[in-house]
Nanobody, 121 residues
Framework: QVQLVESGGGLVQPGGSLRLSCTASGFTFSNYWMYWLRQPPGKGLEWVSGINPSGDSPYYASSVRGRFTISRDNAKNTVYLQIDNLKSEDTAVYYC??????????????WGQGAQVTVSS
């Protein structure tokens, strides 16, 4: 059974920080690229960040570069997203879908329930 469990979301003030975690099971985690995507309320999915299987090549959308940091711990089957200097436009449900490296960019193999991040005063 494939499971993706996102956690660490919540209500935070602008300028605050939080760390999202995504723990995976049911597939060979260390063979997969991992991503963070988000869906703001009433909008479509937005690609945020990605990291290669070994964890030494992170990628970021221009809108979050400098504020977000992606990392992974393959021994724990977990990928993280550290978010600093939160802005109201970061409000969204955050997902951590994996991609088999043999699949094209933009194809995601599994989905969890997501973690809600709300940035408000």
């Amino acid at each position: 059974q494939v499971q993706l469990v996102e956690s660490g979301g919540g209500l935070v003030q602008p300028g605050g920080s939080l760390r999202l975690s995504c723990t995976a099971s049911g597939f060979t985690f260390s063979n997969y690229w991992m991503y963070w995507l988000r869906q703001p309320p009433g909008k479509g999915l937005e690609w945020v960040s990605g990291i290669n299987p070994s964890g030494d090549s992170p990628y970021y959308a221009s809108s979050v570069r400098g504020r977000f940091t992606i990392s992974r711990d393959n021994a724990k089957n977990t990928v993280y997203l550290q978010i600093d200097n939160l802005k109201s436009e970061d409000t969204a449900v955050y997902y951590c879908p994996p991609r088999d490296p043999r699949s094209p960019v933009g194809h995601y193999d599994y989905w969890g329930q997501g973690a809600q991040v709300t940035v408000s005063s």
